[in-house]
């Protein structure tokens, strides 16, 4: 059974960019694919990135396309997101998730049966 733990959340300004990372244990990495969704206060959980197991295909929520970057590293057992040029509404706390589906079909959470606890990431006006 895989674990997923996610890391790199924080409290920033618009504008600025973090880094989120989540490494798994157990299984074989390489055969998930990896999303990352969030759910801000209030809301619902939302899709925000999906990418293949091999890491060559990729899909993302309209909200961040071009501000965001999903990447992994299987040697490392670890997916990032690199979110960039933040904006309030992107506060949440952000999961990291992992499936057997291919990420086309891997963009909603149903889709996903193995779950982070979850960062913060705050950012404020």
């Known amino acids: 059974q895989v674990q997923l733990v996610e890391s790199g959340g924080g409290l920033v300004q618009a504008g600025a960019s973090l880094r989120l990372s989540c490494v798994a244990s157990?299984?074989?990495?390489?055969?998930?694919?990896m999303g990352w969704f969030r759910q801000g206060p209030g809301q619902d959980r939302e899709f925000v990135a999906a990418?293949?197991?091999?890491?060559?295909?990729?899909f993302y929520a309209d909200s961040v396309k071009g501000r965001f970057i999903i990447s992994r590293d299987n040697t490392k057992t670890t997916v990032y997101l690199q979110a960039n040029s933040l904006k309030p509404e992107d506060t949440a706390i952000y999961y990291c998730?992992?499936?057997?589906?291919?990420?086309?079909?891997?963009?909603?959470?149903?889709?996903?049966?193995?779950w982070g606890r979850g960062t913060q990431v705050t950012v404020s006006s």
């Open positions: 998730a992992a499936t057997w589906k291919v990420a086309k079909q891997a963009q909603s959470a149903s889709a996903y049966n193995l």
């Open positions: 157990g299984g074989v990495f390489s055969s998930y694919t």
């Open positions: 990418l293949s197991g091999s890491g060559a295909s990729t």
